[in-house]
């Protein structure tokens, strides 16, 4: 069976070139299929990131469902490829924290057991049921656009975070419940980014281009 490898020149994963093929051996079908989970795994987070995690995906979809390791990583983090024929399974990268935290949400534990602030991808964004009930599997599902979270207790009116679901800015999802968490919506790298030497300032809080 041929391997994969991440290809950074084409954002993708091909086969790798150091596995023995046949002439005109085509990927199997299950070949296919796992170089298409990695690929929506390494697109769930910031690929410096994504490009070195462990891929895994869940055993199945329920409570008790476990994580099945698709490729072994060197870094802490765990990215999932999602499946977007169900609700609520959708391409993440965790860190442990994080991962702690997603996994008692799945199971329906009471509140969530991280001992510290953890953070999770979603920059290929989501659907789920609800943003104010964690344990709401039944409601229409509610298209969620590209963020991330970072999951600590917030409070909206506490913190001044609205707690409505939105496009832009950030918000507290599952407010004044033990899930609340904070939603930053889109990703990491929006906005022009300052460079003292190719930018200008400006009292707008805006960067130019230097002429």
Known sequence: MASFVYNSAFQCCVPNPLTPRGEGEVPTPEEESLA?????????GPISITKNATIADWSHWGPDRTIVTLREGTNHWTAFPGNENTVGNVPMCADPM?????RDAYAGKPAPTNTAPGLIYMLCGANQHTTTTPSDRTSPAIPIGPHYMVLWPFDAERDGFPDTIRDQGAWVMFDKTPYAHLHVCGTPWAGKEYDREKTKANWELRYEDRA
């Open 36 to 44: 298409c989970k990695i690929n929506r795994a390494l697109a769930s």
């Open 98 to 102: 994080g991962l702690q935290w997603i």
